[in-house]
């Protein structure tokens, strides 16, 4: 240790090591887990939309549920597999609406590469 006046100073350096570590940890953290956290996110807005959809389900049509879901996963940027795979299904016994979607997302990790698949599901009473 250095004495300067009243200031003790430590000349290792180890505490400066630390930190600049953890924030290499917490920048990689961020920069991998961005993308990662965006698609779960939506994810859920997509499958909260669905949700939606079909609490309205008695008073629009098909065609006007498919038309909201199809702008809504465009305005998040869905790959388009989720676009085809879009299934809208009403049942008499019990009276219900399904709305249902597949897609995969492609995750590029250090040394790895991820794909996760998104199977996002409602079904509501009609």
């Given at each position: 240790?250095?004495?300067?006046?009243?200031?003790?100073?430590?000349?290792?350096?180890?505490?400066?090591?630390?930190?600049?570590?953890?924030?290499?940890?917490?920048?990689?953290?961020?920069?991998?887990?961005?993308?990662?956290?965006?698609?779960?996110?939506?994810?859920?807005?997509?499958?909260?939309?669905?949700?939606?959809?079909?609490?309205?389900?008695?008073?629009?049509?098909?065609?006007?549920?498919?038309?909201?879901?199809?702008?809504?996963?465009?305005?998040?940027?869905?790959?388009?597999?989720?676009?085809?795979?879009?299934?809208?299904?009403?049942?008499?016994?019990?009276?219900?609406?399904?709305?249902?979607?597949?897609?995969?997302?492609?995750?590029?990790?250090?040394?790895k590469t991820h794909v996760q698949?998104?199977?996002?599901s409602v079904r509501e009473p009609?």
């Amino acid at each position: 240790m250095v004495r300067v006046g009243k200031l003790v100073q430590n000349e290792s350096g180890k505490g400066r090591a630390g930190c600049l570590i953890f924030a290499l940890i917490v920048a990689a953290a961020f920069y991998f887990g961005g993308p990662v956290l965006t698609s779960y996110m939506d994810f859920v807005r997509i499958e909260d939309k669905m949700n939606e959809q079909a609490r309205f389900a008695p008073s629009l049509t098909d065609d006007a549920i498919r038309r909201r879901i199809l702008e809504e996963m465009d305005a998040l940027g869905l790959p388009n597999q989720a676009r085809q795979t879009l299934v809208i299904r009403r049942s008499n016994s019990p009276r219900e609406i399904e709305i249902s979607a597949r897609y995969s997302v492609v995750f590029e990790l250090p040394f790895k590469t991820h794909v996760q698949q998104f199977n996002p599901s409602v079904r509501e009473p009609l």
